[in-house]
């Protein structure tokens, strides 16, 4: 059977506006960025004279949308730009940069009209901060949306009737696995003990995929006096919010506890096997996340990957990853933790290299994802309200 390429569409209540997008989540190549390259559909009738306008932002929200602090919005726009797409400035073919614009210009006919945005190379990917079963509004977020409307001019107040909002996503792809295997190494030396306690902990490599289980090696070679017990292994997602207040959220999305002991005098050497999924977090407040929980394609954020030149401020938030393995030393003066940690990376396996033909034929789909259980969503799908 011929494969079709999927086209995903939304329409304005009033039908004056529709917008037709090939694709919903965008690249980050670190250095290029997938331009949004679209058509909106106009029904001159429902227009009455008004022009049509395209509007690509991304924004850094903390907090409830209307939250405001002694004059301050806890929101900002990172990037924002708009451009008239009807009536035209240009002919059609000079503002038609890609082949599916071009496939789409012919299916949809002479009321279509082509957009096409590129992305700064200094903006954050999308990420969010998951939110508390009891909260309400807006969560901390850094989001990109694809917004097109109807008015006299592009900076009057928007008439939801007549406009298109669509949320997408900017993502990044793992870069060329190193042959870096991370590892840390360290001694403990305690009171009234003659010898040390060795410690090392190491990952096989230092780029694991969403989904993928992370195996980590332990070795203990214990020459203390001291007992080691309580031997735990934790997946640890370290969030900096650092636009506005440099918050730091430490979560612990995957754990292994043992029964694991190493008594005076004997050694360990074992593999641990964690799986840091959303699967086991979805319910936990302050878990970072790839775009929005409304929609089940999402998973634990990626880590960030800063370009050299750009500054780390106008990220939003940071994403990091680390293993950290602690287990308690016991011994005839009392008890003290030991803890050894290696940093790693969590991201998306980049995809095989679509071939350079597309499908001819072509589907349309609304431009929704499959929602989850328990969330209610208003007349605006792209704003639902958390139950």
């Given at each position: 059977m011929t494969p079709k390429q999927v086209i995903f569409k939304k329409v304005s209540r009033d039908k004056s506006v529709a917008v037709y997008l090939a694709k919903r989540d965008f690249v980050d190549h670190c250095d290029f960025v997938d331009p949004v390259d679209g058509v909106v559909v106009i029904d001159p009738t429902q227009l009455k004279g008004?022009?049509?306008?395209?509007?690509?932002?991304?924004t850094f929200r903390y907090g409830r949308q209307d939250m405001d602090v002694m004059g301050v919005a806890f929101r900002r726009d990172l990037f924002l730009v708009t451009r008239q797409v009807y009536p035209e400035l240009q002919d059609k073919e000079k503002l038609t940069h890609t082949k599916i614009q071009q496939?789409?210009?012919?299916?949809?006919?002479?009321n279509a009209f082509p957009f096409f945005f590129?992305?700064?190379?200094n903006l954050p990917c999308s990420v969010s901060l998951q939110p508390g079963p009891l909260d309400e509004g807006?969560?901390?977020?850094?989001?990109?949306?694809?917004?097109?409307?109807c008015g006299e001019a592009q900076d009057e107040k928007i008439d939801k009737q007549s406009s298109v909002r669509l949320t997408i996503r900017k993502i990044q792809f793992s870069p060329e696995n190193t042959e870096l295997a991370p590892v840390a190494e360290m001694t403990f030396e305690f009171l009234m003990s003659e010898k040390p306690l060795q410690v090392k902990l190491s990952l096989p490599k230092e780029t694991f995929y969403h989904g993928e289980v992370l195996k980590a090696n332990v070795e203990i070679t214990n020459s203390s006096s001291r007992n080691i017990k309580d031997i735990s292994l934790s997946v640890e997602q370290v969030t900096n919010v650092?636009?506005?207040?440099?918050?730091?959220?430490?979560?612990s999305v995957a754990k292994e506890e043992t029964d694991d002991s190493v008594p005076s005098g004997t050694t360990l050497k074992k593999e641990y096997t964690l799986h840091p999924l959303l699967a086991y977090n979805k319910d936990r407040r302050g878990i970072a996340l790839d775009g929005r929980l409304k929609h089940e394609d999402?998973?634990?954020a990626s880590s960030s990957i800063v370009k050299q030149e750009v500054l780390k401020e106008i990220?939003?938030?940071l994403v990091s990853y680390k293993v950290v393995l602690k287990?308690?030393?016991?011994?005839?003066?009392?008890?003290?933790?030991?803890?050894?940690?290696?940093?790693?990376?969590?991201?998306?396996?980049?995809?095989?290299a679509a071939k350079e033909s597309e499908p001819d034929d072509m589907v349309f789909e609304d431009f929704k994802r499959d929602y989850l259980k328990g969330v209610v969503y208003g007349d605006d799908d792209e704003s639902p309200a958390e139950l």
């Open positions: 008004r022009k049509v306008y395209v509007m690509l932002s991304c496939k789409l210009l012919r299916k949809l006919g002479d590129e992305f700064p190379d807006k969560k901390c977020a850094v989001e990109f949306e694809v917004k097109a409307f650092v636009l506005y207040s440099n918050d730091k959220y430490v979560k999402t998973n634990l990220q939003g938030m287990m308690i030393a016991s011994g005839m003066v009392g008890s003290s933790e030991v803890s050894l940690e290696v940093p790693f990376k969590l991201m998306h396996s980049k995809p095989e």
